[in-house]
């Protein structure tokens, strides 16, 4: 009788719909519209292309970059925890001025440490940075020896940034307006950044103050660190491309920085 009662009812179980078309369709369209929301609102693939900020991040890192924490507050948005900028925070940001790309004038994206907030009085001495008179302990900046000391990045303002050494002409004729007492002073609603590796970092020091809304957000972990070379992100030919693409996959287990997977920016 059990038996008889148990064929009866799989003879009557309701089979399973298969998915029709439209209904994949629909379900691989929400997966892309959510990804693509996470991308542009909340998070953001950021890949570090020089060693201005080593070693904190190396050519070669991949990160995950929190587009939320430092933007407007929205009313739409109550529950999403907002802040402003704080000083040492490490921040990505437009650069304030184009850089050529290509015969075309382009703002890149830079990652940098945040040294100076609005109304900050800053100068280094040394090498060290003194804000508002008061020396910072800057343990992740690269530092200053007699080898590798240099009036204008180590005494910073003693020296005026100029054209020849690689400031923009703008920042050169906008300086002096800034120095107050041998300080250089922030204005109001914008920063001042330098990269950790103070000897080879293209930041404020060169062309100026970074507005409040060319900051983007900063970065949470490095989700992938590959060895790459500091002039491979300058290659963008197709056949460079394609041969790099080439290298990582033959080398992705060898030069792959595992013990940088997942790591923290601090």
């Known amino acids: 009788m059990t038996k008889k009662k148990t064929a ?43 060693g201005s900020m080593e070693k904190t991040l190396l050519v070669g890192d991949h990160l995950v970059v929190d587009r939320i924490t430092l933007a407007p507050p929205a009313k739409w948005m109550p529950l999403v925890h907002y802040r402003e900028p704080r000083r040492g925070d490490v921040v990505v940001f437009l650069k304030p001025v184009p850089d ?6 382009e703002y890149l994206f830079l990652v940098k440490r945040l040294i100076g907030l609005p109304g900050d009085h800053i100068h280094l001495s040394n090498g060290i940075v ?6 910072q302990s800057q343990p992740y900046a690269r530092p200053t020896t007699p080898e590798n ?8 303002p003693s020296v005026s940034p100029d054209p020849q050494m690689g400031a923009t002409e703008a920042w050169s004729i906008d300086f002096p307006s800034h120095v ?20 080879d ?8 103050f970074v507005p409040r809304a060319n900051i983007i957000g900063r970065p949470l972990f490095n989700y992938w660190s590959f060895k790459t070379p ?9 056949g460079d491309r394609i041969a790099w693409m080439g290298h990582v996959a033959l080398h992705f287990f060898t030069d ?11």
């Not at 519209?33 to 693939?45: D, E, P």
């Not at 107050?180 to 000897?199: I, S």
């Not at 970092?201 to 100026?208: A, I, K, P, V």
């Not at 500091?230 to 963008?236: A, K, L, N, R």
Request: aromatic content about 12%; some cysteine.
């Open 180 to 199: 107050v007492d041998g300080n250089l002073v922030v204005p109001k609603g914008e920063y001042f950044m330098m990269g950790d590796n103070r000897h």
């Open 149 to 156: 000391h240099s009036d204008f990045l180590d005494e910073f």
């Open 8 to 50: 009866a009812n799989a003879r009557h179980a309701p089979v399973p719909e298969e998915e029709t078309t439209f209904e994949a369709i629909a379900s691989i369209c929400t997966v892309l519209v959510v990804g693509l929301y996470i991308l542009t609102f909340l998070a953001q693939n950021f890949v570090i292309p020089s």
């Open 256 to 266: 792959t920085r595992w013990d940088r997977t997942f790591h923290m920016i601090r």
């Open 100 to 105: 050529e790309v290509n015969g075309k004038l």
């Open 201 to 208: 970092s293209l930041d404020s020091r060169y062309w100026g």
């Open 230 to 238: 500091e002039d491979e992100y300058e290659q963008t030919g197709l």
């Open 130 to 135: 003194i804000v508002n008179g008061v020396a």
